[in-house]
């Protein structure tokens, strides 16, 4: 088991779950395998399958609540890590978190969400918590509980902060409550203040990415959820988020329809990624360096790289046709990351140069340095963090800072 969390967490998910299958087939037993063997699924995209783990692994230790009979050989034991009084509830808590994680990246099972997580904060003590809240303020943000998913994020960074000195955790965490809005403003002044609050607290968090300090000197409304936080010092922030898989997702499509798309405020977001985010872009563009032998190539290569690539999207539908026109003059290669697989019409217009990484970064950088694009495109205001990151550094590529909308 060992090996296999050491393969997985250098993420070689296929391989891991290469191990974790011998595993499972070897020692029958032992349940908590199949919380790795789903984990490595839904990082590899496999919904169905790591769901199919995780029912497993309850099915093995008596259930989310810890009534049923276990067949797994430690919570035969011991009891379940399920119930309310097991002194090794961690497993359980990680488990109900994963399973969450599973339906809030599948998008269709709301009430399943809630119910994991909220037996998780249920039986776990506070600081086995931190990842439960911020898939907890992920998914109140969602449904449009905007109240309950600042409180929850902001849970997530102090247990972060102060109980486990994870300062790249409590990074990400006070960065998706910063980026909470309405989805639907009833009046345009609603609209005007929301868009206010919005820039004060990406604000606040540049400066603490810049020199750190404490609840109290921010002016905006970015930790009033929570008023014991105030007496928090807060280290400098800048360049914590090396992982750039940790669920942000900025800014929100439906910022549109308040009027935020316009440059000044996605300058603001930019600035606040670049101060976070470690300069690591070059990794991908070594060919842009100038004493780099290019290979001499008839056409230009233009990447377009997205999280919601698909027929059914928007801007899908308008990049297909774009590519389409224009298929004659440049060489276009489509990298699709997060979840939703890509439109098969893309394969179709681009002769099959198309890569769907899911939630795999590594994967993600090895192709686009290998791709050797003169140009990447990023589709759509609604991404990840790694996208914006890779948006706001745009200067790799262009010679002079920017933003592609």
Known sequence: MNLATCIHAAKHYSVALEIYSFIETSFPSHA???????????????????????????????????????????????????????????????????????????????SAVSTYLHRAIEIG????????????????????????????????????????????????ALVRRALIIPKVAKSAEEAEQTRINFT???????????????????????????????????????????????GIQVPHFHYHYLGFH???LQKEVAKMFTLLCPNELHEISPHLTPNYQRQVRPKKRVGIISSLIGGDEPHGLLV????????????????????????????????????????NEMETKQILHSLELDCLIY???????????FATLRNIFSGAAAISF
């Open 32 to 110: 908590y395998v199949h919380v790795n063997k789903a984990a490595a699924h839904l990082q590899l995209g496999e919904i169905g399958k790591a769901r199919d783990s995780m029912r497993k692994y309850f099915d093995a230790v008596g259930g989310i609540d810890g009534s049923g009979i276990p067949t797994d050989t430690i919570a035969a034991q011991r009891g379940s890590p399920c119930s309310n009084v097991s002194s090794f509830k961690f497993d359980c808590v990680n488990a109900l978190n994963n399973f969450a994680a599973i339906e809030l990246t599948d998008g269709k099972n709301s």
């Open 125 to 172: 003590d506070e600081e086995m918590l931190s990842k439960v809240y911020a898939n907890y303020g992920g998914h109140l943000s969602t449904i449009g509980e905007d109240d309950g998913a600042a409180e929850a994020f902001i849970k997530a960074f102090l247990i972060n902060l102060k109980d486990r000195g994870d300062l790249e955790a409590a990074t990400a």
């Open 200 to 246: 004060a607290r990406i604000r606040d968090v540049i400066k603490l990415a810049t020199h750190g300090g404490t609840p109290s000197e921010m002016g905006s409304n970015l930790f009033n959820v929570i008023s014991k936080a105030n007496d928090i010092s807060i280290p400098k922030l800048a360049n914590t988020l090396h992982d750039w898989t940790t």
């Open 262 to 264: 316009d440059n000044s």
């Open 320 to 359: 297909q046709n774009v590519v389409r026109d224009l298929h004659s003059i440049f060489d276009f290669f489509v990298i699709s990351v997060g979840s939703k697989p890509p439109s098969q019409e893309f394969y179709k217009i681009t002769d099959g140069h198309v890569f769907s990484t899911g939630y």
């Open 379 to 389: 589709l759509e205001a609604m991404n990840t963090a790694q996208l914006y990151f």
